[in-house]
């Protein structure tokens, strides 16, 4: 059994002044720093999109934070962010990226969104996180980061869907809570068996 720590998307864009600021998303920081110490793996994601992202409003001239219907299903419309190579798509500047044996990025798909670390949003495109986990024997899984209600989540679920054991140290990730998503996000994660900690 070997247990990794998955930190999900501590990013600029995602932190207070950001392009997708997450309350408080910058208050988890030192928190995660520390839990490292205690995981022999630990892997980092980067949400990281190409300008003209299929997710952004402004790709479809819409408000941000509305609604749109893509060939894999419902989408909520974000503000630009996390554009490659851009200052927001870099990680908090106090996270500590050394300890990381992997970086994923995840959403350079330019026409999916890529919410999970496993899979792209049509839930069959692999991102290749899961067979690096298998292929180095982690069983295990504890999720950090964010947003609590859609990386965290959809990893989380994909994670126990998958034969993961997973849990989610909701001290240490924050939540954007967009029409009742935080709630369905943990009722989700719940039934999907993952351990709310
Ligand atoms: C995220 C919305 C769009 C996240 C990423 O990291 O939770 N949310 N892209
Ligand atoms: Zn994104």
Known sequence: MTHALLVIDVQNDFCPGGALAVPEGDLIVPGINALMADFPAVIL??????????????????????????????QVLWPDHCIQGSIGAQFHPDLTVDRADLIIRKGYNPAIDSYSAFFENDHTTPTGLEGYLRTRGITDLTMVGLATDFCV?????????LGFTVTVREDLTRAIDFDGSLTAAREGMHAAGVVLA
Do not use: L, R
Request: aromatic residues 10%; without cysteine; charged residues 15%.
């Open 45 to 74: 994601t980067q949400d990281w999109h190409p300008a003209g992202h299929s997710s952004f409003a402004s790709t479809h001239n819409a408000e941000p934070m509305t609604m749109t219907d893509m060939p894999y299903g419902p």
């Open 153 to 161: 989540n959809f990893s989380a679920v994909d994670a126990a869907k």
